[in-house]
């Protein structure tokens, strides 16, 4: 039979095999405290070893504690120190020598832990553990590096009647990473864009300031709810296929509206793409929606305006072309097409076609002004007769208005043309009915001036002096045509002198 003893000494011996397993086991999984206490619970059953079988058998035991202890301390990641209440170390492992730069293990055992590693900063967290019994942890930045310290109360180890177990671990890595997530959550959270991540499950597993701030909710109130149940049945409703391509590996980008609760309409631009886990399998939706009620608004207005120039433009007959010197080429309006009686995208207006739509007789002239207004910003306002694309010739109204930068260099020049032809017809037919008048006014004859007439006989002398019967006069200067009677009173003096009858009125 075996012994009380011997029993105890297995125990103790098997206590410890479970704690190193443990501990590395726990260490591995980072599962904060436990590898540490799982490590004290070995380091006590050390302990036990020595104190469980007196006598003979205990150097044997010590030698067994002691081998133990350091295959527990070198099996630990972790840089692992053992300090009594004097912050003296005792014994530390591979990785604490390697943590502290030290050449050998003996060269920092028997020293001060805190001249070694976080100066001020150990000795208090030291202190308190060994004054309440419970263990400790903390991170803390040393020599460019973040490091996790686990503190734990070892009692009565070998070394001293009170000692603590201190383990460091650099955690730099994941700071940085927990650091650059929160970076990257705060730049989410000032992005104007709302954000989201929606499951398979159709569930918010996150959202940024403002997706909460359009739906007017806090993010409690989002994360871990259906979709439906946060954007209504209605708005659910029409997005939800988009959702389902997105979850089959698609995405897409749409214009979406909701109405909110003061009754606006709402437009966003939506942008849905598949959240993919690190196996490429698709595991969400990420939703991006900027707000573009406004720039909407104005577009639409911007169109409205458009329409109306167009319209007014059709009604004045009146086009409109842009010629930029970067890169060299010219713009022109819908009008201006259909003005030469082309098709906008369909006939090509280069400088050689429009040569040839200009009357030849007007050539030289409109080439001056365009070339003028081209090359050395000369505003110029001129007439002009065109063909159309068809044939038919028409009159046009040019006029040009160059644009220059600061320094005085043209940049563009912004030209219209208006189809004056009703216009002109109407003034060239004024002006040969003006014509015609007058050359009719020419040929008539006119009588002006004073005429010398004698008062007794009534002749009329004329400029070379010589008496003309009044009739004589007129004939030869109007065209007037006499027919001779006699009036009554002179009627009755005749009568009167020649003793004669009545005689008739007439020729």
């Known amino acids: 039979m075996m012994g009380r003893r011997a029993i105890g000494t297995w125990c103790a011996a098997g206590i410890a095999f479970l704690g190193v397993a443990g501990a590395v086991a726990a260490d591995r999984c980072e599962q904060g405290v436990i590898a540490p206490l799982l490590l004290v619970a070995a380091l006590w059953a050390c302990a036990l070893l020595t104190t469980s079988t007196p006598g003979s058998g205990e150097e044997r035991l010590d030698g067994a504690r002691e081998h133990l202890s350091r295959a527990l301390m070198e099996m630990s990641s972790e840089a692992a120190f053992i300090v009594d209440a004097g912050n003296t170390i005792l014994a530390l492992n591979g990785a604490a020598v390697r943590l502290l730069g030290a050449e050998t293990e003996q060269a920092a055992i028997g020293s001060p832990l805190t001249d070694h590693l976080a100066p001020g900063l150990l000795s208090p967290r030291i202190d308190g553990v060994l004054a309440t019994g419970e263990p400790d942890r903390f991170e803390a930045d040393w020599a460019g590096r973040t490091l996790e310290f686990t ?104 214009v979406e509206w909701f109405d909110d609760a003061e009754g606006n309409r709402i437009y966003l631009e939506a942008s849905y793409a598949p959240y993919r886990t690190g196996d490429a399998a698709v595991a969400g939706v990420v939703s991006v929606l900027r707000d573009v009620t406004t720039e909407r608004r104005m577009q ?20 409109s072309w842009v ?3 970067q890169p060299g080429t010219t713009s022109y309006s819908d009008e201006q097409y259909r003005i030469l009686g082309a098709e906008a995208g369909e006939t090509q207006l280069d400088d050689a076609r429009l040569r040839e739509l200009v009357h030849p007789d007007d050539l030289a002239h409109v080439a001056a002004a365009v070339r003028g207004a081209l090359s050395d910003g000369i505003p110029y306002d001129i007439e002009f007769r065109f063909y159309t694309v068809g044939g038919e010739l028409r009159y046009a109204h040019g006029a040009a208005e160059v644009i220059r930068s600061a320094d005085g260099t043209v940049e563009a020049v912004h030209g219209s043309m208006q189809d004056i032809t009703e216009r002109k017809l109407t003034e060239l037919e004024r002006e040969r009915l003006i014509a015609e008048l007058r050359e009719a006014l020419a040929e008539i004859k006119e009588l002006r001036g004073l005429i010398p007439i004698c008062a007794w006989c009534k002749k009329i002398r004329d400029d070379q002096g010589y008496w003309q019967q009044l009739e004589e006069y007129l004939l030869a200067r109007s065209d007037v045509a006499f027919t001779h009677c006699i009036c009554p009173e002179c009627l009755a003096q005749a009568q009167a002198e020649e003793g004669v009858g009545s005689p008739s009125t007439s020729e």
């Not at 955690?171 to 997530?181: F, M």
């Not at 590996?249 to 749409?254: D, M, P, Q, W």
């Not at 639409?300 to 086009?319: I, P, T, V, W, Y």
């Open 323 to 325: 010629w930029h010197a």
């Open 300 to 319: 639409e207005l911007l169109e409205e305006k458009e329409a109306n120039l167009a319209h007014a433009s059709r009604l004045a007959r009146l086009g």
């Open 151 to 254: 503190v734990s109360l070892v009692a009565d180890c070998a070394e001293a009647s009170t000692c603590v177990l201190l383990l460091a671990r650099d955690v730099s890595e994941r700071t940085a990473a927990e650091r650059a997530l929160e970076d990257y959550r705060l730049i989410v959270d000032a992005a104007a864009e709302a954000m989201a991540v929606v499951g398979r499950d159709y569930t918010y597993r996150t959202v940024n300031a403002a997706y909460c701030a359009m739906l007017g909710r806090p993010g409690e109130q989002i994360i871990g709810r259906h979709a439906r149940d946060v954007l209504g049945g209605e708005v659910w409703q029409r997005i939800s296929d988009q959702v389902e391509t997105c979850l089959s590996g698609e995405s897409i980008r749409r």
